[in-house]
């Protein structure tokens, strides 16, 4: 069974910085699109952004509210997604999930169950 | 305020068929595949359609979705008191070069 577990989220003070990690089990991470979507409390889904495969260059996107103050990156030898996030602010308050994205004619989507980070004083 | 624009909510009752509507415009709707998400309460999403009106393995064929220009539809046929989630639309926008998602629908089975 496919697996994605996120873990590193936790408490911040505004300016803050935290690192989030996704260990995924169980599937080709390597030839994944992975992303990062989050979620404030009793809010709806909100995009953070994406890293591809190697082979399609491992670019990265991001949201507008978060570029230049996170950094996605993944490492395919150890099956794990990061998410590094500096100048946390109180509006980055939410569940982190990270999501995969598998195409071979088929479609295969996994998500995580979620990490809460909470930015506040 | 979403860039793709869903109804809040949506209801029906057990059996009967409902849409949620998903509205954009030419840089994403109109020129990406759309992807439909299902949110049931406490849990993370899942993905219910993919490019368009595809259906992962697993997801039952009473869940439909479709496009026409700006705009695309999930149809849920034959419905269920588990059905009751939060349903989510999503595309990529080339103008804004991320990936947009709709406010999301609460689905309520009377």
Redesign the interface.
Known sequence: EVQLVESGGGLVKPGGSLRLSCAASAFTFTNAWL?W?RQAPGK????VG?IKKKTDGETT????PVKGRFTISRDDSNNTLYLQMNSLKTEDTAVY?CTS?Y?DG????H????TLVTVSS | Q?VLTQPPSASGTPGQRVTISCSGSSSNIGSNYVYW?Q?LPGT????LI??NN?R??GVPDRFSGSKSGTSASLAISGLRSEDEA?Y?C?AWDDS?????????TKLTVL
């Not at chain 2, 993370?44 to 993905?47: E, F």
Request: glycine share 14%; aromatic share 24%; no cysteine.
């Open positions: 992303s979507v709806g889904l909100e995009w994406r996107d991001y949201a507008a999930y994205y195409y088929s479609a295969y989507s998500w995580g169950q979620g | 979403s998400y949110q993370a999403p899942q993905l993919y490019r595809q992962p393995s939060d989510y999503a804004l070069s991320v990936r947009v998602f709709g406010g999301g």
